[in-house]
């Protein structure tokens, strides 16, 4: 990275031998080898660069000690920074953006808290601490923090396989503040230690497959609410849900309740298309789910249909967050188990809340630093199971509501916060008549937006493996569970990594007529072959996961030519150019492989010729003498310069 | 892979406005769209290239029926196909070379059994019966087959995990079988799955760390013989194995012991040293072994030395390997356990065979089938399984002598058989005063050889992080344990590809002096930039993994450029161009780094260039719309091009 700036713009007095003064003169260009690096310069750099490529520390050079510990306290707590910004016109941005968002989430946090086999205070909970910890803490302006639809769903169903949660609520309501503690230090731990890229290995595309299939999932989960079911099964695979809807089909529905749910269903949908017609009126479908509660609520109590078998919320306890830290288990058997779901929840729930801060964060053209703003996801986790609170993260819904209505900074986050704090402190029993059918529909309408049909179009057409993965990803989730779906996305998505470093492609390049360029000719039909070369590009780094079937593809795009040109009666290939041009490292399983590449060539009488190695290869060839077997002359700059040597007439006849 | 004789040695006729005459013509060469890709063309290719890429069935084609019959049969069977031209001159070769392992194998295969926990006979077995079906469907000349070193210590690590050899030895045994049963299958099974790529995951630098651990860690147990210690610790690790020593010496050392093994060992280390020197001389060592064990066995009987505390070998089992399929467990708790056991075993013992037979195929110039090979190694354990072997593969050492011996088939390995079978059936008594001590001096002398040190300094000069791979694994098996060495040496490898993956290399370009060619201004510090262009190779496919990490990278390069250039007082950056030519492919997560970056860039007012994306890229840049995007006429086919419309002024100075 250093001496970067060196050969702007001068021309240089250089050695003559190893300049032609144009292409076409008889001596080639001669190949750079990178001065020799230092172990540990090298080792640092690569430290560097996978662990702090965005530089954290940038800022903190050349500053006095009492300034460090301010950035260092700023950084921690970024709000101490744009805070000394802040004014009254962003916060009237914030505050609109905040009433918004906490009119969306209260409903929802009562139906999502459903989904994690919690009660409904539980929900309210956690849009209070977390927000409030994270806007202290974060560095995205436009993420809305609180229970999410995937998540509540992927923690009840990975409790329940634990703790029933009918049969014994407490310690059911334990270990999932267990596992929220330990998704939190999951994601500090991540972010500290600067392992935020590992949750790039979750590819976009089995994302995409994994939010349709929950979303899916969830839906059908609503139903019971929906139809006023009460017996219902526990799984969440497509087949038994069917299965239950169907048989309590007539006897188990309940008419009343789907006539108020499929009647808020249409209203909350139509909200929603006004909302994306006009982007002006996004408000619409932001406030319709509290319109609808507070309507049907309404309704119910003036109606008595709790008494035609509308089942209602009932009760919510009143009252803030009580302390739960005494609730962890911190021993016993339960430990691991919360440690395990934890893991899960945590890394899902990350994965979430990053997308959401980089896609927000790139619309608006700042920065994130993803592994700070998983060390604020961690810390709101850890406060929030220490104060009944159960995982939260970003919502990608809530934070779009939050982005249109103009926030402007993390403050929107405590308004919504201090909303909640005032719902729970005081309005609690005006929910006492609210329908679990109107909840349902909330639900329904508001996973709907995470199937992302345009998305897997989109996949399909670019990449197939891709689509695989994301198909595979979407009916695990439908019709196994949340963990087998999660479990083969991941698995494609690494059986994708590991086929790119264990079959990488080849191809054989041609002459484009009239230029001195040489591509594939797959790509361009029109390039010609050279006679007598074979001129063969690897487009990979040549490490010990392929080197071998590199070694043995290259021999037989050889043999292929050479029956060709057996057939056609056409003289024998006399050269083998490699064009290194991609391989950009190579081990000493890779030399080893160009080795006996070297040897079986030699008893073939063909001579192998390298074009374009860069400076790790180059540098590494050298250091295995295997420069010298091959021979320091047989390497060259470009391809051009090694046709002119190896075939000079056809390099002429252009 | 179709098409590829297209355009031998013909110019076509061309539309004229795409192919400019010269290379500084004004109209730049037109970048190609392959031909869209059925998507079952293109799916059945890459399993193709996956899974059958060295084309096994390429004989087949075109044949009748039957003929087609005896090609599978003798697929499976090869030496129905090379016994055909087999002759006498070729049998006098492995008639010898037979001989010779034969006496190097049997002194080697009581001592290796003792690795395993096992009786002196079962060591014999082994070289009996797996040899025989070897010779049947391998396809190495020069293999050598029977127990090994490494793979016998593994086993017998593994196995007194679970059950105590010496309290419980029917049980041991009964295990024993078991893992070689699912060691088999597990080979077969990934012959047959053509998975046989999975066992390059171990990479070269991790093998020789593996194996000088191991081969330290069989040297120090034979220390027990050695030094005729009664009372030896059952761990591996050198720390207990040295206190296990010193807290026996004197009273614990069997000073007649040390006597005759230090001599022998002498002896047997001067007589490799000899084969070393005059390659002609190959036999002293291979039959040094067998030499030791006759004169030192006739001097115990003669002197009775078993009286002053010499441990003999006493007893082994007369008579050939009696049948054991109905000692494996194929029901219950030890079920689990041998089958994990047996995979474990079974990666191994394949690992070094393989290596093996590519290594004499390469010097030898014939094709080896690795997953082929597999399934000989899988059927030859299985059927060792129902005869009381256990795990047997290729030995390093014996292949070198019997290539060196002049093997010419694998005859070589018939012979050998008979010989061990002769000796069980009838001089099995023979060793009856044969000291343990002399067993430990050839073991020692034996394992030596896997320490390979001039490899390990080509590793560290060649690749420091494959160097780190080896010294992992060399000292987690040298101070915890086999199974803990081969742990880190898999972790270290995977973590090397997975960050090839994801923090993949960039360089910024510059042109080469007089030349119209642009390379990496660290290889090359004499190649100068190109005023208001920024140059950036990007230098690996752009996945999921690394298009987040790709975009932030070239985010930074282009700061920092900008950086320089304000300070310098220059104008500011106008072109952003990527050379693609290393991006092989691209996925939907890449595409939309590339939108975000082209949005970033729009902000930014500098526009973006690409240069020579290939046929994969060039087809999903059209296939998301990107292309448009960007507009086509902003990709080039290379960075020449490029340079002369952004910059031609700059590119006409040349």
Known sequence: MEGRSEGWFETKEMDIRSMPSSR??????????????????????????????DDPLHSFKDQSRSRKFVLGVQAVFPILEWGKRYNLKKFKGDLIAGLTIASLCIPQDIGYSKLANLSPQ???????????????????????????????LLLGTLLQNEIDPIKHPLEYRRLAFTATFFAGITQATLGILRLGFLIDFLSHAAVVGFMGGAAITIALQQLKGFLGIKNFTKKTDIISVMQSIFSSAYHGW????????????????????????????????????????VLSTFFVYITHAEKKGVQIVKHIEKGINPASVSEIYFTGDYLLKGVRIGLVAGIIALTEAVAIGRTFAGMKDYQIDGNKEMVALGAMNIAGSMTSCYVATGSFSRSAVNYMAGCQTAISNIVMSVVVFLTLQFFTPLFKYTPNAILSSIIISAVIGLIDYNAAVLIW?????????????????????????????????????????????????????????????????????????????????????NSNYIKERILRWLTAEEEQLT?????????????????????????????????????????????????????????????SLIGEEKIFLTVADAIQTCSPKFAEEV
């Open 24 to 53: 076409h003169a008889s001596l080639p260009y001669r190949v750079g080898v990178p001065p020799k690096q230092n172990f540990w310069t090298e080792f640092s750099s690569t430290v560097k660069e996978t662990f702090f490529s």
């Open 122 to 152: 539980y929900g309210l909970y956690s849009s209070f601490v977390p927000p409030m910890v994270y806007a202290l803490m974060g560095s995205s302006r436009d993420i809305a923090i609180g229970p999410v639809a995937v998540v509540s």
């Open 254 to 293: 309940n008419w009343p309740t789907i006539v108020i749910a499929a009647a808020f269903l249409v209203f909350l949908l139509v909200a929603k298309y006004i909302g994306k017609k006009k982007k002006k009126l996004f408000w619409v479908p932001a406030i319709a789910p509290l319109v609808s509660v």
């Open 461 to 545: 057409k670019i990449d197939k493996f891709d689509f695989i993965a994301c198909m595979g990803a979407f009916f695990g989730v439908v019709f196994a569970s949340v963990e087998i779906g999660l479990l083969i996305a991941v698995s494609i998505s690494f059986a994708k990594l590991l086929l790119q470093v264990t079959r990488p492609r080849t191809a054989i390049l041609g002459k484009i007529p009239r230029t001195n360029v040489y591509r594939n000719i797959q790509q361009y039909p029109e390039a010609s072959k050279v006679p007598g070369v074979v001129i063969v590009r690897v487009d990979s780094a040549i490490y010990f996961s």
């Open 567 to 627: 057939a056609a009666g056409l003289p024998k290939i006399q050269f083998l150019i490699i064009e290194m041009s991609p391989v950009t490292d190579i081990d000493t399983s890779g030399i080893h492989a160009l080795e006996e590449l070297l040897r079986t060539l030699q008893k073939r009488d063909v001579e192998l010729v390298l074009a374009n190695p860069g400076p790790v290869v180059m540098d590494k060839v050298h250091a295995s003498k295997l420069a």
